[in-house]
């Protein structure tokens, strides 16, 4: 049986805090996988070194439920994880084997897995702190409530620089 990053252990909390505490749940595109893993573990490995977060693929086949979604992890203190991220969100959002390739102008999607105890601190009161991160970041973020997924759609191929400090808010939470 493939063990799914929901049930961690002891060891694994252990080994979360001595990586800084901070941890994102990103879905990315069955079809992405193996943009982000390169050949033999390479790209996976190079992203990790660069960015000092420790990142993991849910395995072939795992997908989020209800999508076809695989969970990348990446964790480590707050700097290494939002490197790490950009660096997983670079690899997937370019990914040069997507048939047929998305046009430039076409908007991009970041989804974050969150724990449903985090929900209310994201949206915040009235909805005040989803409104500041949009405006921050110039993405739209949606918060589905049955499935905690936390939706930013950017409006360029590229990442924005911007959307650091969507990853520093959502790492305040995981903590």
Partial sequence: MKRGFEGEDA???????????????ILVPNQSAGTI??????????????????????QNREFFPGTTDRVVLVQGNLESTIIGVHLVLERALNN?????????ETPRQM??????????????????????IQTQTGARVQ???????????????????GDHGLIRHRCAFST
């Fill in 111 to 132: 989804k974050l897995s969150i724990p449903s105890n985090s929900a209310g601190s994201v949206i915040g009161r009235g909805g005040e702190v989803i409104k500041t």
């Fill in 37 to 58: 893993i390169g050949k033999a573990g390479l790209t996976i490995n190079q992203i990790q070194t660069e960015s000092g977060s420790r990142v993991k693929l849910s």
């Fill in 96 to 104: 040069p084997e997507q048939q047929p390739p998305d046009p430039p």
């Fill in 11 to 25: 060891s694994t909390e252990a080994k979360r805090s001595s990586l800084g505490g901070c941890a994102l749940k």
């Fill in 143 to 161: 918060l589905a409530h049955k499935v905690r997924l936390l939706t930013c759609s950017f409006p360029s191929r590229l990442l924005p620089h």
